[in-house]
């Protein structure tokens, strides 16, 4: 399995922007798909983002279609989630996840897919 740290949490101010970071390491990031995901309280974790081993291909949930960016530097070992114009509905943790894919261009967007987890991150959007 491969070892994901998220950072990047906050508060931000609803139609702000925010980004967040998970750095991986003890396994080649390059053989793994990534993805984002969220849990709000008293919600069951959704997914958000998802990109393929080499990034060129990536899925998003409807709700964040055309305001959120997932992106990712395997030079740097990192998967990025950029945030435009939040809502106070996207106030929830933030996972990143990691998928071991043979395959090149495929994205997941379910969550038993995942085999390597981080511990999350807070994002809190304020009205």
């Known amino acids: 399995q491969v070892q994901l740290v998220e950072s990047g949490g906050g508060l931000v101010q609803a139609g702000g922007s925010l980004r967040l970071s998970c750095a991986a390491s003890?396994?080649?990031?390059?053989?793994?798909?990534m993805g984002w995901f969220r849990q709000a309280p008293g919600n069951e974790r959704e997914f958000v983002a998802a990109i393929s081993r080499g990034a060129d291909s990536t899925r998003y949930a409807d709700s964040v279609k055309g305001r959120f960016t997932i992106s990712r530097d395997n030079a740097k070992n990192t998967v990025y989630l950029q945030m435009s114009n939040r809502k106070p509905e996207d106030t929830a943790v933030y996972y990143c996840a990691a998928v071991w894919d043979r395959y090149y261009y495929n994205t997941h967007s379910r969550e038993y897919d995942y085999d390597s987890w981080g511990q999350g991150t807070q994002v809190t959007v304020s009205s």
């Open positions: 003890g396994r080649t990031f390059s053989d793994y798909g």
